[in-house]
């Protein structure tokens, strides 16, 4: 098993920055692949970003592209999700998640942190 917890969430006015980060312990040796997701209020959650182990390759939703970024720290088993120019519509609840294989669906999930974005 994957434990994910997440941090970083809070209060930021439209145009901020914000730094959310997720720590995983357990099993960690079999992840491949962390990324975030995010549930807005009456809506499905959706892919936000992914990164991957190795060779690092990033991946985002076009709504976030070229705002936010996704990183890790291999040796501290945490990844990074930094968010600028944040939007309203940004506002979410954030969740991390872990995959085992580079290219399945995600095995593991945290509880989430939540983003307000004021205008």
């Known amino acids: 098993q994957v434990q994910l917890v997440e941090s970083g969430g809070g209060l930021v006015q439209a145009g901020g920055s914000l730094r959310l980060s997720c720590v995983a312990s357990g099993r960690t040796f079999s992840v491949s692949r962390m990324g975030w997701f995010r549930q807005a209020p009456g809506k499905e959650r959706e892919f936000v970003a992914a990164?991957?182990?190795?060779?690092?390759?990033?991946d985002y939703a076009d709504s976030v592209k070229g705002r936010f970024t996704i990183s890790r720290d291999n040796a501290k088993n945490t990844v990074y999700l930094q968010m600028n120019s944040v939007e309203p519509e940004d506002t979410a609840v954030y969740y991390c998640t872990a995959a085992v294989l580079p290219r399945g669906s995600f095995d593991y999930w945290g509880r989430g942190t939540q983003v307000t974005v004021s205008s």
């Open positions: 990164i991957v182990r190795n060779p690092g390759s990033t």
